[in-house]
């Protein structure tokens, strides 16, 4: 390309052709952090107390929200970027990373987070969407994303855009993991036949997925994900934790299912246990027992299609 | 006695899967540690990148501290890479988390900054020889001061707007430290040099062994 350009598409094709070059820092910097959180529990806070309780149990990072999903699912309404206040007095409470969510292709609900020192960002279907078409162009952002993914073409197609980390859409706010377990199973069998296709099927297998051609052929090289591969969305149990790090995620999401358990304290730690002897059922059982009720939660096939959140986005 | 230095990447949390692909790299098996008890079976521990607060509750969690703590007086070679070095600091800028002072030093934690403000930088370190090496630099902690006999082996330069030179490299004995992140780069000449650490480590602790075995042991297990 002869004239360089400000657009942000052209910039991202140009930032994928550098990512391959050892020398570029940014994107190894941006990926970087999330290969630091793998093995590790990101956990929902809405007060700086609850991201000390979710520290001192010893998650790698909190989410600073208003209301955890589960009261965004019950209020209803539209939910929006939290507090600046909120999210600022939680980084101040805690020394891990602190991730915020941005609406979907909220750019400037984004440009606010990075302002406020936010270790990251989730692109998030659990708030309202701000644009039904488009979502941001991360590669214009310091700040690294977080994105959800149903199937290796949402992925990519978000890594495509610049996110640095790739996180399941299960069903939000039900303490329901089967939507979680769909997704990341199936992002692991696309990826599976994408490495076991004949290099010259990526190009109908890019077409199919609807992804980026070059990160369809980087998957087929690598046989993962070019980015850090998490689980979210109704893990509300350790053993609920520990199945979707034997299926084959990199570390777990929790949303609603540590503060609205019995025992928050106990279960973060529980959950927490359980993602690093995910592999170990004598340890597991041992870190299940005593942990009073898990949150309650909604049977997530019985949500009606257009109340789910994980359909937002494409 | 193993006929081969084994190395163990500490995977409580964080990026102990690419040190693993590191040493594969260079032909040196590697175990994950999640338990206690495997800290006997190698001659060289590297704590990953990580979160510090993180790890420091999982050693203690999983009651990792105290044999750790004699393994590494035994000998045993030890390298922290970022959250590894505050990990095994002696001391902290900040009172949280405590650390376990298995090497003399005091570290600030994300000194640079918050994740905004993470960086690439070249790196000369002693006992690297060639080019220098393409360091990672992510929420990085810093050594602001060393005790006795702590070598450093790599400084950030002063900069412009008045920051002081800082360590972020440093060694005592076979204790290694480093602030930046070699696994997340193609260069495996650091993992070499601890690779050695270890190996000598294995060779101390095979010299020792047959009087360790007659003394300590009793004849039916020899």
């Known amino acids: ?314 | 006695m193993p006929d081969q230095t084994r190395i163990g990447v500490l995977a409580l949390q964080g990026d102990f899967a690419e040190h693993i692909h590191m040493l594969e790299l260079l032909g040196v098996p590697a175990i994950e540690v999640r338990k206690v008890e495997q800290l006997e079976e190698i001659d060289g521990l590297i704590i990953p990148g990580g979160e510090s607060t993180t790890i420091v509750k999982l050693l203690h969690m999983f009651e990792f501290v105290d044999a750790l703590r004699a393994r590494v007086e035994s000998g045993m070679a030890l390298w922290g890479t970022c959250a590894g070095m505050i990990v095994i600091a002696r001391e902290l800028a900040d009172p949280y988390p405590t650390p376990l002072d298995l090497i003399d030093i005091n570290v600030a934690r994300n000194y640079f900054g918050r994740q905004v403000d993470s960086f690439e930088a070249e790196l000369y370190i002693t006992g690297i020889e060639g080019d220098p090496m393409r360091a990672v630099f992510i929420r990085a902690p810093i050594v602001q001061s060393t005790g006795d006999s702590v070598e450093t082996l790599a400084v950030v330069p002063a900069k412009e707007d008045g920051t002081p030179e800082q360590a972020v490299a440093v060694r005592k004995g076979r204790v290694l430290a480093t602030s930046f992140h070699p696994e997340l780069t193609e260069d495996t000449r650091l993992h070499a040099l601890f690779v050695s650490l270890a190996e000598e480590s294995r060779t101390d602790s095979t010299d020792r062994s047959p009087i360790r075995q007659t003394t300590e042991e009793s004849p039916s297990t020899v």
């Open chain 1, 1 to 314: 390309m002869a004239t360089s350009t400000t657009n942000g598409t052209a910039k991202g094709a140009q930032r994928w052709k550098e990512m391959s070059k050892p020398e570029v820092g940014d994107w190894r910097v941006k990926g970087g952090l999330a290969q630091m959180l793998k093995g590790g529990v990101i956990m929902d806070v809405v007060t700086p107390d609850q991201a000390k309780i979710a520290e001192d149990a010893g998650a790698v990072s909190v989410m600073a929200l208003e209301r955890v999903p589960s009261d965004i699912r019950r209020d209803g309404g539209v939910a929006r970027m939290s507090d600046p206040d909120l999210i600022s007095g939680i980084i101040d409470a805690v020394s891990i990373p602190v991730m915020a969510k941005a609406r979907i292709g909220h750019f400037v609900e984004a440009q606010v987070l990075e302002a406020l020192g936010v270790d990251y960002c989730d692109e998030s279907e659990v708030l309202t969407p701000a644009d039904d078409e488009f979502h941001i162009d991360k590669w214009q952002f310091k700040m690294p994303y977080v994105c959800g993914a149903r199937n290796i073409g949402e992925a990519l197609r978000r890594i495509g855009e610049g996110a640095a980390m790739i996180r399941t859409k299960g069903e939000a706010g039900t303490g329901d993991v089967v939507h979680a377990v769909t997704h990341a199973r199936q992002i692991l069998a696309d990826i599976r036949a994408i490495q076991n296709a004949p290099t010259e099927e990526l190009m109908s297998l890019a077409r199919d997925y609807q992804a980026p051609y070059e990160l369809v052929v980087e998957v087929a090289r690598t046989g993962k994900l070019p980015v850090v591969n998490f689980a979210a969305g109704g893990i509300a149990t350790p053993a609920d934790a520990a199945l979707l790090m034997q299926i084959g995620v990199e570390g777990v999401f929790v949303g609603s299912g540590i503060f609205k358990s019995d025992n928050p304290a106990k279960m973060a730690a529980a959950i927490v246990k359980a993602t690093t002897h995910y592999n170990d059922p004598d340890m597991l059982a041992e870190i299940s027992r005593g942990l009073g009720d898990a949150m309650s939660g909604i049977e997530a096939n019985k949500i009606p299609q257009e109340q789910q959140l994980q359909t937002r986005g494409w």
